[in-house]
């Protein structure tokens, strides 16, 4: 279904406004008196230059394809994917970022005294020794963020290990499937033609209708979800994330830190 103008329209308010909220949070960021060095380079090269790559990559979605677009050429949905490849990385990799950031200059250790193995620093539901030691506010937020975070997981494990996400060229309703399979199922034999490849794949080309999804596995039961719309609920999770992190970490500074 094709976005409506009022679709396109608030689609770009909210994004306007989450951008604007970006740039605000990064100065914020850039402010922090960190005490440990690692968390400072984890802060700013991990957690900055991650936003950075993040609001770059949602404005270039945007461009090289539009919601509206309903014929994109192929290097737009190349370009387009290429884009979104890297924003669902960096989605989940500042998410880590933030967690070896508290966890670094926090201190946060386990059970047993010792400092977190690094298989267990992450702000998913199965990491709760690090969400343990976060404030009531940030850990009650991360709590109605878990179906966000199964999303997250499912895409970028996909993306990195199994099958890449992509922008499907057309969708096709059992019609056009049945068409399709049509044309493929003619192509081959001892007697086939191989002059008519191109033909048959100008048609089958032609058929069904563009929409505006990714995708990963067919096999593995993934959902299409419309990118544009996604990319941006991804950014805000991000942004108020960051700003929970941001909190807890301006709430451990001295009164006379937070003065100045």
């Known amino acids: 279904m094709a976005y409506t103008d009022d679709d396109v329209t608030e689609m770009q308010d909210r994004c306007d ?5 970006e740039g605000a949070l990064t100065n914020e960021l850039f402010r922090l008196q960190l005490q440990v060095p690692r968390a400072r380079e984890m802060m700013t090269h991990g957690v900055c230059r991650r936003l950075s790559d993040l609001k770059h990559g949602l404005q270039r979605v ?3 394809l539009p919601p509206q677009e309903a014929e994109p050429t192929r290097e737009a ?4 994917t290429a884009f979104l490849q890297s924003f669902i ?3 989940f990799g500042v998410m ?13 250790r386990g059970p047993n005294g010792r400092p977190l193995h690094r298989s267990r620093i992450g702000l998913t539901p199965d990491n709760e020794d690090l969400r343990g030691s976060l404030s009531a ?3 009650a937020y991360l709590t109605g963020t878990d179906a966000w975070f199964g999303y997250l ?3 970028r494990h996909s993306l990195a290990h199994r099958i890449p996400l992509y922008i499907p060229p057309k969708q096709l309703d059992d019609a056009a499937a049945a068409e399709f399979a049509r044309l493929e199922a003619q192509v081959g034999g001892p007697d086939w033609d191989w002059g008519r490849w191109p033909e048959v794949i100008a048609a089958q080309r032609r058929l069904g209708v563009f929409e505006p999804v990714m995708m990963h596995s067919f096999g593995e039961g993934a959902r299409p979800v419309r990118f544009h719309g996604q990319m941006i609920c991804d950014f805000a999770t991000v942004i108020e994330v960051a700003e929970h ?3 807890d970490l301006q709430g451990r500074a001295a009164p006379a830190d937070r003065a100045g």
């Open 17 to 21: 406004d989450w951008l604007e909220r």
């Open 62 to 64: 945007f461009e090289v």
């Open 77 to 80: 949905i190349w370009d387009a």
């Open 89 to 91: 990385i960096n989605v």
């Open 96 to 108: 880590d970022n933030l967690a070896w950031l508290w966890c670094l200059e926090a201190d946060v």
């Open 137 to 139: 506010r940030t850990k």
């Open 153 to 155: 997981e499912e895409y």
């Open 245 to 247: 992190v941001l909190a």
